[in-house]
């Protein structure tokens, strides 16, 4: 299938779109194709478009006060990246970088905003992905809160298990607030 129909897929089952809105939305978006290791925004960049993921891995990440690297979520197929330009008009806090070759769909903040205010049933859409969005986010700051390191590895891997396979354990340990080494002693205490 080419991009274009798996974007089409997407809208009519994914959002449940009925044929003719899913093919007006379709028609805003581009393609971009990413090789691995590509920065797709860079921290501090103006960003003036959300992405589908139609095929790939990428992470969200920022760099901390002693040089490293904090993995903020990671995005695979049919998942978006790059809300924050949606949601603000301030430059990215955190840079967004393919972890394996990536087709993304591309729509424009200008675009997503003009669906929203012509069609109740869009904006019920945009903000059921935004609210999902937010609740990843407020889950996984629950965890840091409460949970220790294995209790938060394990909650992971468990509903994770193909970004398990696919990420990085560096990736993977900053995003769960510990070092690749604790992951990996963590790992071998429980065998996995």
């Not at 809160?145 to 992971?156: G, I, S, T, V």
Request: glycine share 4%; hydrophobic share 40%.
């Amino acid at each position: 299938m080419n991009n274009q129909a798996v974007l089409l897929s997407y809208l009519q089952t994914q959002l449940a779109l009925d044929n003719e809105t899913a093919c007006f939305c379709a028609s805003l978006f581009s393609f971009a194709e990413y090789k691995a290791g590509t920065q797709i925004i860079r921290v501090g960049e103006m960003t003036d478009s959300m992405q589908l993921i139609l095929k790939g891995f990428v992470r969200a990440y920022y760099t901390d006060e002693n040089g490293c690297e904090i993995t903020k979520c990671f995005a695979k197929e049919f998942e978006w990246c790059g809300f924050y330009s949606y949601l603000s008009d301030e430059s990215s806090p955190f840079s967004v970088e393919s972890l394996e070759e990536t087709v993304a769909a591309c729509i424009k903040t200008q675009d997503i905003r003009m669906l929203s205010t012509k069609s109740p049933v869009m904006q019920e859409k945009i903000n059921t992905l935004i609210n999902k969005a937010f609740i990843s986010v407020d889950k996984k700051n629950y965890a840091f809160a409460n949970k220790d390191a294995q209790k938060r590895y394990l909650d992971f891997a468990k509903e994770n298990p193909e970004i398990v396979r696919r990420a990085k354990q560096e990736h993977i340990a900053s995003y769960l607030g510990i070092t690749p080494s604790s992951l990996s002693r963590l790992k071998r205490e429980m065998k996995v």
